[in-house]
């Protein structure tokens, strides 16, 4: 069974950077789309940050950390990563990696098949 486990996340302060990572076994890592959503307490998953399968060469990023956030993939280490800076403390949630079946990126997590157990980021005023 393929698993996806996302490391990276901690308390940092407004204005800080932090790279979250998303690992997995799997020998298909680069034939599929990837995808970072996070989840707020008492708040839906939202779609953050999405990369195309393979090169990677398309990206969707979620209007609010769009210039902030970079997301980007590593296939020879099955890696794919969310970058952050100018962390606000409205991108407090729990992080998930996921990956999709679907040919083209999408943001919507219903479409997503495997995600990780999630990382804590917690960002304070």
């Known amino acids: 069974q393929i698993q996806l486990v996302e490391s990276g996340g901690r308390a940092v302060q407004a204005g800080d950077s932090l790279t979250l990572s998303c690992t997995t076994s799997?020998?298909?890592?680069?034939?599929?789309?990837m995808g970072w959503f996070r989840q707020a307490p008492g708040k839906e998953r939202e779609f953050v940050a999405i990369i195309s399968r393979s090169s990677g060469s398309d990206t969707i990023y979620r209007e609010s950390v769009k210039g902030r956030f970079t997301i980007s993939r590593d296939n020879a280490k099955n890696v794919v990563y969310l970058q952050m800076s100018n962390l606000k403390p409205e991108d407090t949630a729990v992080y998930y990696c996921?990956?999709?079946?679907?040919?083209?990126?999408?943001?919507?997590?219903?479409?997503?098949?495997?995600w990780g157990q999630g990382t804590q980021v917690t960002v304070s005023s």
């Open positions: 996921a990956r999709t079946r679907r040919t083209l990126p999408t943001t919507e997590p219903g479409l997503y098949d495997v």
């Open positions: 799997s020998r298909t890592f680069g034939s599929y789309a």
